[in-house]
């Protein structure tokens, strides 16, 4: 919700695709450039790097990835159509 300009929704979904669970949050907010996709998942990583608060570290998105690969699902992030990002959880069933 931190990225989502006010007023604007952010969206949640679930789904089944075959034998795969599918969860995505998305938002309609700035999203994540092409360049930066992968950067957002390292720990410490900030888009901007002048921001020098310490409000908020950097580790949320390092964590779930750890966690998602862990318990052997698949992590990512894409574009929202019309603008903002995406990101999905999907998870292959047994």
Avoid: N
């Avoid at 907010?29 to 002048?50: I, L, N």
């Amino acid at each position: 919700m931190r990225y989502s300009p006010e007023g604007k929704a952010v969206e949640l979904y679930c789904a089944t695709q075959g034998r795969k669970m599918i969860w995505e949050v998305c938002d309609h907010g700035p999203g994540v450039p092409d360049q930066a996709k992968e950067a957002v998942f390292r720990r410490f990583w900030r888009a901007d790097a002048s921001r020098s608060s310490r409000e908020h570290f950097g580790l949320g998105l390092s964590v779930a990835q750890e966690l998602a690969g862990r318990c052997g699902l698949q992590l990512g992030v894409s574009d929202t159509p019309g603008g903002g990002a995406t990101f999905r959880v999907e998870v292959a069933r047994s």
